[in-house]
């Protein structure tokens, strides 16, 4: 699998981020993975067609220590669609800035 993983900091800065993605962004029902929505303009033609599908996400895994961010696109819908796959180099791009963003945000430096 494809990530772009932060590490290396601290108790409390993973506690700040914690309660950042708690209060911005749904939690999958798995304790530390968070469901980050991507804009339409960012979808593949695809994953335009696939509507049925939508909305589709990013997924964020925080642990201590560490912040791993998956880079598929995937649904909450189904497990198994063409729509679902490896990022392209815009989400992906998109994505990186975002989670970077997140420290930014917290003024945190890594």
């Known amino acids: 699998m494809k990530q772009y993983v ?11 981020v914690k309660d950042y993605l708690d209060k911005h962004f749904s939690n999958s029902g798995i ?8 804009n339409d ?19 964020i895994e925080i642990v201590p220590n560490k912040m791993s961010c998956e880079l598929l696109v ?8 063409n ?3 490896h990022a392209t ?3 992906r791009n998109w994505f990186i ?3 970077d963003s997140i420290f930014d945000r917290l003024n945190i430096k890594i």
């Not at 304790?31 to 991507?38: A, H, K, R, T």
């Not at 303009?41 to 997924?59: G, M, T, Y």
């Not at 995937?74 to 669609?81: F, L, V």
């Open 74 to 81: 995937r649904t909450q819908k189904t497990m198994r669609c």
């Open 97 to 99: 800035e975002f989670a």
């Open 6 to 16: 932060i590490d290396q900091f601290s108790p409390e800065d993973y506690d700040r």
């Open 89 to 91: 180099e815009l989400q």
């Open 31 to 38: 304790d530390g993975i968070y469901w980050i929505p991507i």
């Open 41 to 59: 303009d960012l979808l593949n033609d695809v994953q335009k067609d696939h509507k049925d599908c939508s909305p589709f996400f990013f997924a």
């Open 83 to 85: 729509c679902i796959q």
